[in-house]
């Protein structure tokens, strides 16, 4: 049964903070280390501009020393830096999930903090080490950087990639992915179902069974191909070009969308972004996507790919999603060599969970 005492808050809910994981000679960035850093040091900058920065590093001290030469000393006073060694850098996938109380459980005069959920990262079905990652969350509570209550759910394996809600009690999320080896087997759908029903106070849970990206590690994450926006409105992937190997399973997913409603049975605004150019790395084709953009407060961020009649029709498009927001392009071209983009790589918190002084 739903706990109408809690929410998962949509991403244009007031922020508190955005957490990064960053980059280090250990992990997999280290043939681009340096063109990775430059990307992080840009993402940093736009979020500290608008709001405070949590960041976890193995090296502290140098990723201080690198931010101070690019932020103003007013973004660098939003940016804090905790110890953390990892794996890898997809905070999205390892960070905590994070619920707040709802107006009907401040109306009966209930006392509640926020819950961080911590779920068990494994590496998308165990494809990749995440030991490191899978104790960040751990560590940062016990420096005491958010306030809340950390609820343990180690028992259960969730990305935060895999689910988008709207606030109001739908969630969505893929089969492609929930359903993939190594995740929560023997669980069926319909167990795995309840279990986000009851964990993240939702209403419905929405299902897609399309649309996973070639080269996508994560079996195919919601947020690489489906957004939820303001006022009901989807921003969505599509494909025009019936020669890409991907045009059968997007035009598949688009079918859903349009026959696809909410907790209340209200159906979507559909605003449907475009497939940039296929990049490859090593004659592999890599999961560039529009679609995994972040949200903070007064503000989108959206990677592009350096493709400018693509880039500006995408940017147009969530300027169109997001009225009276500033949006922001980012060259997303060496993330996506990790197969992973912005949204990938940072995870908001709600303004209820407030960060320590």
Avoid at 39 to 64: G, M, N, S
Avoid at 68 to 83: A, G, H, P, T
Avoid at 139 to 151: K, Q, S
Avoid at 154 to 172: Q, Y
Wanted: hydrophobic share 40%; aromatic share 8%.
């Amino acid at each position: 049964m739903q706990n109408k005492n809690y929410i998962l808050p949509a991403e244009w809910h007031r922020q508190s903070c955005v957490q990064l994981t960053w980059p280090h000679e250990d992990t997999d960035w280290l043939p681009y280390l340096d063109d990775i850093t430059e990307t992080f040091v840009q993402i940093a900058k736009a979020v500290a501009h608008y709001e405070p920065l949590v960041i976890a590093a193995k090296h502290p001290d140098a990723v201080r020393a690198e931010l101070e030469e690019s932020l103003s000393d007013e973004e660098m006073e939003n940016v804090r830096i905790y110890e953390c060694d990892n794996n890898d850098t997809w905070a999205r996938d390892h960070a905590f999930i994070t619920l707040i109380p709802t107006a009907e459980a401040s109306g009966k005069n209930v006392v509640a903090s926020c819950r961080l959920l911590d779920f068990r990262f494994n590496g998308w079905g165990e494809k990749f080490a995440a030991d490191k990652d899978n104790l960040i969350n751990r560590t940062l509570y016990a420096r005491g950087v958010f306030a809340g209550e950390r609820v343990d759910y180690d028992d259960f394996v969730l990305e935060g990639g895999s689910i988008e809600s709207d606030g109001r009690g739908t969630v969505l999320t893929t089969s492609v992915c929930l359903m993939a080896p190594n995740r929560n087997q023997p669980l069926s759908q319909a167990e795995v179902e309840q279990v986000l029903k009851e964990r993240l106070c939702a209403r419905k849970i929405v299902w897609f069974d399309h649309g996973q990206l070639i080269g996508d590690d994560t079996d195919g994450h919601i947020d690489t191909i489906v957004r939820l926006c303001p006022d009901n409105t989807l921003l969505y992937v599509g494909c025009d070009d019936e020669n890409d190997p991907q045009y059968a399973d997007l035009h598949a997913l688009e079918q859903q969308l349009k026959a696809a409603t909410d907790a209340d049975g209200k159906p979507y605004r559909l605003l449907r972004l475009p497939m940039p150019d296929a990049l490859y790395d090593d004659g592999d084709r890599l999961p560039a996507t529009y679609a995994n953009f972040l949200i903070i407060n007064g503000a989108v961020i959206v990677p592009t790919y350096a493709q400018e009649e693509n880039d500006a029709r995408a940017l147009a498009l969530v300027a169109e999603a997001f009225p009276g927001y500033d949006i922001i392009g980012i060259d997303s071209r060496t993330i996506v060599r990790q197969h992973g983009s912005i949204h990938c790589l940072t995870m908001q918190y709600p303004a209820e969970c407030q960060l320590a002084k």
